[in-house]
C-alpha cells in the first residue's frame, strides 16, 4: 500500500512540475505582452505628439495663406487704382499735346 501511495505521490508531483512550467511559460508570455504592450504605447504617445505638432504647422500654413491672399488681393486693388491713374495721366498729356499744337 505505502507503494501505491508512494506512486500516486510521485505522479501527482510530476503533474504539479508540469503545471508549474507550463505555468511559467504562460508568465513569460505575459511578460512578453506586457513588454510589447507598453512599447506600442510609446510608439502611439510618439506618434500622437508627431499628429499634434504636424497640425500646429499647418494650422500655420492655412493663417499664413490666408494672410497672403489679403496682401495679394490689396495689391490688386492698388494696381487697379494705379492703372486708373495711368490712364488718366496718359490723357491728360494728350490733352496737353493738343494744346500745345
Known sequence: MDD??????QQMNSKMDN???KVD???IKVDTIDVQQKENTQILR????????????LD?????????NGE??????????VEGI????WNDI???????Q
Open 4 to 9: 501505491k501511495i508512494l506512486e500516486l505521490l
Open 72 to 81: 495679394v488681393k490689396n495689391i490688386r486693388v492698388n494696381l487697379n487704382a
Open 60 to 68: 500655420k500654413i492655412e493663417n499664413d495663406v490666408a494672410h497672403l
Open 86 to 89: 495711368t490712364a488718366k495721366n
Open 19 to 21: 503545471l508549474t512550467d
Open 25 to 27: 511559460r504562460l508568465e
Open 94 to 100: 494728350i490733352d496737353m499735346k493738343k494744346l500745345m
Open 46 to 57: 510618439a506618434l500622437e505628439s508627431a499628429k499634434d505638432v504636424h497640425f500646429a504647422k
